[in-house]
């Protein structure tokens, strides 16, 4: 008898001690798949946008579904701070918002230049969020870009997460996810953001989703952007380049090109404090690739004509590099991740440095070194040859 | 009462070692420099590590006696007493701050809303559940729960092995000694707790191994806590890692392996729960025994009900918040709350132990 009480008190205890409190049910329940932040410099708020998924949407192609509207549902709201306006949506949603499988974050470009420690303050303190969702930084608003479907997805922020899967077939922009950008923004360096914008489409496909670029963060601050090749230049010098293709001059013959695909890529940063107290930066990238195509109809069966486009493969890579170090200085920031390496090296040097790190970072000398194999000529040994 | 087996005393000791340091990684934010936060655990667990030693060594020198029995013998009655009341408030404490340090995590991230009583009261009821059963029941669940939860320790964080970054490790000892042995205050102190154990002595049946058993034990858990910190400090990088409140909970609920293998903080949440109520279950029990010693009653079961509600009160009135459960575990507080007493005691029951006759020794 008493152990059956003990039993029947531990389960009572259980069944009404336990999460009461906190239950979600799904029929209440909105899952949130991207938010974007915004700043609002005349009236100093911050406005928000989620994009939820609606639990009965249709499953037809385009945006619209099968003819019952789109596939998820945006809400907007304001607030001094983003917790103030997360809580401010649900004024308008009966449904409350679930932030556990966020897939994309989205910071316009006034809110980054305000600062992104305290937008992002909300995603480390929330109990629902992870922090592997993507962080991409966008020109103007970032709300407009969750409004409406686009290209052939139904919902912007699955596009988005499939974009920012994808980016490593070009290497031309950096994608961070937000565990990334913590890192990179508590290191001495400066940090990089993937560039996200909205661009006309093809077609009737409407607008499409761009991702290429960068967002240079100095501190917390955006200071301005890289394009394309100036990300991939960070890249390579980061290891980051996973495949892309690189045209070189096709040897020989003017104006025409060879379709280079990168296969692989491994950049290493060496910093050398000189005698003088001068810091050089020297970057080395090993890179090897595969002939994707070819613009001309040179046969490449000579181990000369190989060695001539590896040779231009390498200048292709420093030129990349170059033109990335050379936007970071115009940008006073450093936005390769140089200080890091500094301070693996030299930490206590980095010590003295790190207040005015970016200034010393201008100063350096970065030379950089490329070492690129041509492996495979792909399916065919020679182009084709019409008689 | 029954009893157990050194092996399942060092399963004991190896929960005890790493329930309060999973929660907080408390040596991560104590690394002012650099991300040498492992090096200060390896260094405090080898120097806890001795300590343990000295402890399990001290111990058996009296194998039938609890640490209560000894004080008593070594001091004279009313002396011996009074520690020995002043040791079972700091197992009360230990058992508080383990209550408190799971309501707060559980309030803190997944159930804001729900009031830490509740908790309170369902892992203080846990706990004297299981501690009715007598030494021999709690020793069993360690034993049952312990491989499981290290071997679940070790696999989650090395899920998120894509995402981490070796290289955020360098520079090792860039900024000298001063920050890993500042990392290693805390998992000297927790070393310290263990004290507690020395109760289970007299119910240990092979006493031969129990030496080897409870310093493999501490060795198991240092080892343990500084390739999580590793992990940890890998995947977000030092700076980033010393802000956060939870930082193995966080990282465990990142873990996405291929989309699929995702959230994975409720598996922790059920692994930390175990090692909870392990540890509850063995200070309620070494609390009812060591009050009935001290009240010279034969069984401490009737003094259950009466611990758990004061369990209960302190978990509640104790600390207001994680800011204050935080500040408990970091130097400078840390130190001087556990070195004083949890050292000086048994050192200063060593020596007395010394100058005194020899007991017979029943290895």
Known sequence: MKRLLALLLLLGLGLTLGGCWNRRELETTAITLALAFDWDEERQLYLLTAQVAKPSAPTGEGGGGGGGGPSFHVYRAEGRTVMDAVRNITKQSSRRLWYGHIQVLLVGEAAARRGLAEPLDFTSRDGETRLLYWAFVTRGRAGELLQRPVGGERIPALALNQLAKNRIATSKAESSRLVDLYRMLMSPSGALMGLVELVPGQGSSGNEFRLEGSGVIRGDHLVGFLDGRESRGVLWARSGVRSGILLVPCPGVEDRSLGIEIIRA???????????????????????????????????????????????????????IMAAVERCKELETDCLGFAVHVEKRYPRYMEQVQEHWHETFMQSRVTVDVSAKIRQLGGALRPVQPR | MGTITSQQAGWLTFLVRITVALLLMPSLRHVTKGPDAWIGIILGSLGGSLVVWFLARSALRFPHLTLIGRLKQAFGPTLGSALGLLFLLRVLVMAANTIRGFASLLIGQPMPETPGEAFFFLTAVGGWYAARRGVEAVARIGELLGLPILLLLLLLPALGFSEMQPSALMPVLGYGWGPPLRAAIFPFCIHLELLVLTMLVPYVRDRANLVRAAVSASLAGGALIALIALAITMFYSAPSAARLTYPLYDLIRSINVAEVLQRLDAL?????????YVNLALFFWIASVGFAELAGVQRPDPLLPALTLLLVAMATKAYEGIVELTALESPPIYPWTSLPFLLGLPLLLALVEALRPRAACEL
Do not use: H, M, Y
């Open chain 1, 266 to 320: 491994r950049g290493e940063v060496r910093p050398v404090l000189g005698s003088d107290g001068k810091l050089e930066i020297q970057v080395r990238v090993e890179s090897r690739g595969n002939l994707g195509d070819q613009d001309c109809r040179v046969s490449l069966d000579s181990k000369k004509l190989i060695r001539q486009v590896e040779d231009s493969f390498a200048r292709g890579i420093k030129e990349e």
């Open chain 2, 268 to 276: 922790f949440l059920l692994l930390w729960a175990a090692t909870v």
